[in-house]
Structures are given as structure tokens and as C-alpha cells.
Nanobody, 126 residues
């Protein structure tokens, strides 16, 4: 399984970006997917997660109401729509897959994921 994140870039505060994470696995529909981020000098932190079928989602408090995670199982892709971006959202964003999760589950801890993408940089200027 390989994950390829894209869509990062530079944007002004208040702007929007949509991140994508394309997955090579043939059983993508049974992966729990997540987004994490790591700012310079800080630890990696949870951003959002989505269950197999997309019905269940969870978000970090810092992004709730501004970010939306979604998935297209036909395209083997998970998305992170980021609106009203703030300077504190500046970080490298990583997508991750839990390939042995259970239906309906979501996971918010990085050690619960077994496959990681390479990251995409988001820079928000104020």
C-alpha cells in the first residue's frame, strides 16, 4: 500500500486548500484514513479521520468547523478540504491508513495507523 499526498501550497489567512491522498491499495474501502500534521518544532498532531464508508468522522478541536474530511472509494482517494485557514495551520500534512481497522471505527492516534504518505506542505501567511 502506498499513499501519495498532494494539494499543499501557500495561501493567505482566510483562504482555502484541498488536500488529496491517492492510495494504491486494492482494498481502500476497508482502510480507515486519517490526516495528521506537523509544524516546525512541534510534534505531529491529529487533524481528521474517516471510517471505511465515510459515515463516521472525527476532527481535532482546532480544525472542527473549518476542515472537512471525505473519501471517494471508487477513486481510492481521501480529501481534506481546509477553509478559513489560519497561520497556525502551517505545517506538513500527512495522510495515513489503518489497513486492519474495523467497520465504523475511526482513529485519532498516530500509532494506530500502519501506512503513511510522504507529506505535503501547507503555508498560511497572515
Amino acid at each position: 500500500v502506498q499513499l501519495q499526498a498532494s494539494g499543499g501550497g501557500a495561501v493567505q489567512a482566510g483562504g482555502s486548500l484541498r488536500l488529496s491522498c491517492a492510495t494504491s491499495g486494492r482494498t481502500f474501502s476497508s482502510y480507515v484514513m486519517g490526516w495528521f500534521r506537523q509544524a516546525i518544532g512541534k510534534e505531529r498532531e491529529f487533524v481528521a479521520t474517516i471510517s471505511w464508508g465515510g459515515r463516521r468522522k472525527d476532527y481535532a478541536l482546532s480544525v472542527k468547523g473549518r476542515f472537512t474530511i471525505s473519501r471517494d472509494n471508487a477513486e481510492n482517494t481521501v480529501y481534506l478540504q481546509m477553509n478559513n485557514l489560519k497561520s497556525e495551520d502551517t505545517a506538513i500534512y500527512y495522510c495515513a491508513a489503518r489497513t486492519n481497522g474495523v467497520s465504523g471505527a475511526v482513529y485519532a492516534r498516530d500509532y494506530e495507523y500502519d501506512v503513511w504518505g510522504q507529506g505535503t506542505l501547507v503555508t498560511v501567511s497572515s
